[in-house]
C-alpha cells in the first residue's frame, strides 16, 4: 500500500532569496528615510553624498590672502624720519642722513657725516661718500616706487674714485652730472639704509665758475627682517 507523502516544513530556497531580498531593500528605504527625517529632506541627501563646495568662503580666503601678499611685498618699517626729507646743499656741504643736519666743509675723517655734494676748480663737481658709508647707483626712477626691500637688499659697494682717490660716486664736468631724478641707494656706517634722489641743480650766480647747490630728497630705514610670509589658511 503507498505510504502518504508528508510535507516538511522550512522554506524553499527562492523562497529564501526572496526574503533576504527584500530585507536588503527594507534596510536601504531605511537609511533613506532617516536622512530624510534626520538631514532636512533631499539637500541633506546629497549633502551627504557630495558635500557642496563653499566657494563663497573660498573666495573671500584668496582675497585676503592676495591682500595680505601685497601688504608683505611692501613692507617697511617705519622711516626714521617718518616722512621722505629735503635738503639744499652748497657746494663742499656735507649732510648727515640719520638726523638731516647740515655741516659746510667738514673734514673727510669726520665719520659723524654720510655724504658731501663738491664743487671744485674747471666746473669740476661731485658726491662723495665719507669712510665706512657704501653706495648702489639705482638709475633714475620714481622715489616713491622704491620698496624697502630694494633699498635694504641692494648691492651695496665702495669704491675709491681712480681719478680723485677718495670714495665718489662721480667725479664729473658739471654739464655731464647725474640728472634730475637720479636715484643712488647707501648703507650708512650706522647700519642704516638710506634712499636717496637728486631733485635738481640751482644756480646761484651768472657765474659759471660760481659753486652752484644741488637739492636732494631722501629717506633713511633701519634694517630689519621681514615678517612672517602670508601662506593659505593663515
Same mark, same amino acid.
Request: proline share 6%; glycine share 8%.
Given at each position: 500500500?503507498?505510504?502518504?507523502?508528508?510535507?516538511?516544513? $522550512?522554506?524553499? @530556497? #527562492?523562497?529564501?532569496?526572496? /526574503?533576504?531580498? &527584500?530585507?536588503? +531593500?527594507?534596510?536601504?528605504?531605511?537609511?533613506?528615510?532617516?536622512?530624510?527625517?534626520?538631514?532636512?529632506?533631499?539637500?541633506?541627501?546629497?549633502?551627504?553624498?557630495?558635500?557642496?563646495?563653499?566657494?563663497?568662503?573660498?573666495?573671500?580666503?584668496?582675497?585676503?590672502?592676495?591682500?595680505?601678499?601685497?601688504?608683505?611685498?611692501?613692507?617697511?618699517?617705519?622711516?626714521?624720519? $617718518?616722512?621722505? @626729507? #629735503?635738503?639744499?646743499?652748497? /657746494?663742499?656741504? &656735507?649732510?648727515? +642722513?640719520?638726523?638731516?643736519?647740515?655741516?659746510?666743509?667738514?673734514?673727510?675723517?669726520?665719520?659723524?657725516?654720510?655724504?658731501?655734494?663738491?664743487?671744485?676748480?674747471?666746473?669740476?663737481?661731485?658726491?662723495?661718500?665719507?669712510?665706512?658709508?657704501?653706495?648702489?647707483?639705482?638709475?633714475?626712477?620714481?622715489?616713491?616706487?622704491?620698496?624697502?626691500?630694494?633699498?635694504?637688499?641692494?648691492?651695496?659697494?665702495?669704491?675709491?674714485?681712480?681719478?680723485?682717490?677718495?670714495?665718489?660716486?662721480?667725479?664729473?664736468?658739471?654739464?655731464?652730472?647725474?640728472?634730475?631724478?637720479?636715484?643712488?641707494?647707501?648703507?650708512?656706517?650706522?647700519?642704516?639704509?638710506?634712499?636717496?634722489?637728486?631733485?635738481?641743480?640751482?644756480?646761484?650766480?651768472?657765474?659759471?665758475?660760481?659753486?652752484?647747490?644741488?637739492?636732494?630728497?631722501?629717506?633713511?630705514?633701519?634694517?630689519?627682517?621681514?615678517?612672517?610670509?602670508?601662506?593659505?589658511?593663515?
Amino acid at each position: 500500500m503507498e505510504q502518504p507523502k508528508i510535507r516538511r516544513k $522550512g522554506m524553499s @530556497q #527562492e523562497t529564501q532569496n526572496r /526574503g533576504g531580498c &527584500a530585507s536588503w +531593500f527594507k534596510w536601504i528605504i531605511g537609511v533613506i528615510i532617516a536622512l530624510l527625517a534626520a538631514g532636512g529632506g533631499i539637500v541633506a541627501l546629497l549633502n551627504y553624498i557630495d558635500p557642496p563646495t563653499n566657494y563663497e568662503a573660498t573666495r573671500i580666503a584668496q582675497n585676503d590672502l592676495e591682500n595680505n601678499l601685497e601688504d608683505w611685498i611692501n613692507f617697511s618699517p617705519q622711516s626714521l624720519s $617718518g616722512d621722505p @626729507q #629735503e635738503a639744499t646743499l652748497q /657746494g663742499l656741504d &656735507a649732510i648727515d +642722513f640719520e638726523t638731516g643736519h647740515i655741516s659746510a666743509a667738514p673734514s673727510q675723517t669726520d665719520r659723524d657725516w654720510d655724504l658731501q655734494f663738491g664743487c671744485w676748480p674747471e666746473n669740476m663737481e661731485s658726491l662723495r661718500v665719507f669712510e665706512g658709508v657704501s653706495w648702489f647707483e639705482y638709475g633714475t626712477a620714481n622715489f616713491e616706487s622704491i620698496k624697502y626691500r630694494d633699498i635694504r637688499d641692494a648691492n651695496f659697494a665702495a669704491q675709491k674714485h681712480a681719478q680723485t682717490g677718495y670714495f665718489d660716486l662721480y667725479y664729473l664736468h658739471k654739464g655731464n652730472v647725474p640728472a634730475d631724478g637720479f636715484i643712488y641707494l647707501f648703507k650708512t656706517l650706522d647700519d642704516h639704509v638710506v634712499k636717496f634722489q637728486i631733485v635738481g641743480y640751482e644756480l646761484v650766480d651768472s657765474n659759471p665758475l660760481v659753486c652752484r647747490n644741488i637739492s636732494i630728497r631722501y629717506e633713511a630705514f633701519p634694517v630689519v627682517a621681514d615678517p612672517p610670509r602670508p601662506v593659505s589658511g593663515g
